[in-house]
């Protein structure tokens, strides 16, 4: 349903459910009415703006008292919203919040849709498209090392990047368009130079291209597998990777969960187990298990854990496995050296082929600390490349930054073959534009409203 963009908002700030505190936030031209209507502050007097007052909250019909709260009004423009914000900082449970927020829109607000505080935010140019999107990052983050990325992101690092490339191509393209303009009055094009120049441009791109990977490592996990023949730990690995006693082992048969994928936290970098219920339920045709399961999950990952019971010799199916996961991202997990070691690790190097190897018993958690510090380091020098440690894109960004580079690349070959100025200010508009999207300098309303369908009500 289409929403008047001046109406005013309210909703449910906090997650709901218990908690100590619940937030029930409005915006728009009625905040302040709102909160003369519901509040009645415990010292009589006028609330400033930026002030938290202590008070009541009361029910305007009935002048019955429904909670004792905090209130805080924010007056346009220095809000998040860059409207009049009115936030009520309730008692945390359902009842409570649900019922200021019925009197907050009995009393002129209607409630708000997904997203549409940070979407006025945006609208309102408090925040640009991807700072928007660093919100909802933030909020979802699900490592300490994704929320500093979100962070950085909403400080407008990224922002601040891309636009400066696309300042500078707007430069060239004033130029480009002097010259289409005033051709007698002006010099002919340095078209060796305006190439170069172009090709710098390129380059920045490619570097923030880069991130793409690293960039959906911390939003979504990094996908990953644990494979290895039957009974040399896998699901206990995962277990203890995991932290707790979430899957059954094999000595224990009977409920198991069946989630088909477990996030693993190795040093702030989410690592997404995939098939566990694969790892949890084995068929008992060994070699099933061993390779064909093996192939299908490696096509799947881009990183591999190959779990390898170090108490025993390697045979055929260790060896089939470690075939089949050569030429992966991935490390080798030596497991059970509680029972002593007895593999030839001579042979295994070979089989190896260098991926770094690790000892560990996941029955007594020896070694996993070293594991997890393996893994992260393998990781940030194999398959991580944030822009500078600090900035990380996402699949729009990198849409966007794809169009503009291939348009910047159709520009340059045109200036290698000295082709005409208009002709080759199309494409510099072209990147120019795609740029500009990043930011949200330039974003058509379906992608705005794909963007801002993502959040939740209240955000
Ligand atoms: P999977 O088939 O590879 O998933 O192997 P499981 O995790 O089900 O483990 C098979 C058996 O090995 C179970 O009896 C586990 O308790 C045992 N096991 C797993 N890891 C270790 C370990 O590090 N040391 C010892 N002694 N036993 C282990």
């Not at 429904?66 to 009049?84: F, H, I, Q, W």
């Not at 498209?129 to 933030?138: C, G, H, I, K, Y």
């Not at 911390?218 to 203890?240: A, C, D, E, F, M």
């Not at 795609?434 to 009500?457: K, Q």
Request: one cysteine or more; charged letters at 25%.
């Amino acid at each position: 349903m289409k929403h008047a963009a001046d109406d005013t908002i309210a909703a449910i700030a906090t997650p709901l459910g218990v908690g100590g505190v619940g937030v029930v936030r409005v915006s728009g031209e009625r905040a302040k009415e709102i909160l003369a209507c519901l509040f009645v502050c415990s010292n009589g007097s006028m609330i400033d703006s930026h002030r938290m007052v202590h008070g009541w909250l009361i029910d305007p019909k009935t002048d019955l008292k429904v909670d004792e709260v905090l209130a805080c009004l924010m007056r346009s423009p220095k809000s998040y919203t860059g409207e009049n914000v009115v936030e009520f900082y309730c008692h945390g449970g359902l009842p409570v919040v649900q019922r200021v927020l019925a009197l907050a829109l009995d009393s002129g607000a209607r409630l708000a849709q997904k997203g549409e505080f940070t979407r006025r935010a945006f609208l309102n140019g408090k925040l640009d498209l991807a700072q928007a999107e660093a919100v909802l990052d933030l909020v979802n983050a699900q490592t300490v090392h994704g929320a500093g990325f979100a962070v950085r992101q909403l400080e407008g690092r990224l922002s601040n990047i891309v636009k400066g490339t696309r300042s500078g191509l707007v430069d060239m393209l004033a130029e480009l368009e002097a010259l289409i303009d005033f051709p007698d009055d002006l010099p002919e094009l340095n078209y060796d130079q305006f190439v170069k120049r172009l090709g710098g441009s390129i380059q920045e791109i490619d570097k923030l291209l880069a991130t793409a990977d690293s960039g959906r490592i911390y939003r979504v996990g990094l996908p990953t597998v644990i494979i290895g023949k039957p009974n040399v730990g896998k699901s206990s690995l995962l277990n203890t990777l995991l932290g707790e006693e979430r899957a059954i082992v094999a000595e224990l048969p009977g409920t198991t969960r069946d989630a088909i994928e477990e996030t693993v936290n190795v040093q702030g970098m989410p690592l997404r187990i995939i098939d566990t219920a694969g790892i949890r339920h084995p068929k008992d045709r060994a070699e099933e298990l061993g390779v064909e399961r093996a192939r299908k999950e490696l096509d799947a990952a881009d990183f591999t854990l190959v779990v390898i019971d170090a108490s025993a010799e390697l045979d055929s199916l260790d060896k089939a496995v470690l075939g089949r996961a050569s030429g992966k991202q991935m490390v080798l997990v030596l497991n059970k050296i509680d029972l002593g070691v007895r593999i030839n690790q001579n042979e295994l190097g070979r089989l190896a082929n260098g991926s770094p190897t690790f000892k560990v018993s996941a029955l007594t958690g020896e070694g996993i600390e070293e594991l997890k510090e393996g893994v992260f380091k393998y990781i940030q020098s194999h398959l991580f490349q944030p822009f500078g440690e600090a900035v990380v894109i996402n699949t729009r960004h990198k849409e966007c930054l794809a169009r503009a580079k291939e348009a910047l690349v159709r520009a340059s070959k045109s200036g290698s073959q000295s082709m005409p100025v208009d002709f080759i200010s199309i494409d510099l508009k072209g990147a120019v534009v795609a740029l500009g999207e990043v930011a949200g300098e330039m974003v058509s309303e379906e992608v705005i409203n794909t963007i801002f369908e993502r959040f939740c009500v209240g955000k």
